[in-house]
């Protein structure tokens, strides 16, 4: 998402190859809402609840059952 410009509207890839070549294109009206309404809180839920899985397992614990993805705790001991 560092490549694209909410606020103008943009998509900007500054490198593809070892060329250097880049390019700007313009999103429609459309595609800027749809990101911002559907895409970035589902990306943000799905990137904080994968980190808790990701430190849980660095931590020694299991991510709660009910979603699978670590948003409650529970050691692997006895309780």
């Known amino acids: 998402m ?21 390019f700007i294109a313009f ?3 459309e595609t800027l809402e ?13 990137i904080k609840n994968r980190l808790e899985a990701i430190r ?3 931590l020694g ?6 979603t699978g993805l670590g948003a409650s705790y529970h050691s692997t001991g006895t309780g």
């Open 27 to 29: 999103l429609r009206q």
């Open 56 to 58: 849980a397992d660095y």
């Open 34 to 46: 749809f990101i911002k309404r559907e895409y970035l809180p589902r990306r943000d839920w799905l």
């Open 2 to 22: 560092d490549d694209v410009d909410l606020e103008h509207g943009m998509l900007r890839i500054s490198k593809i190859t070892e060329t250097k070549r880049a």
């Open 61 to 66: 614990v299991k991510p709660s059952r009910r």
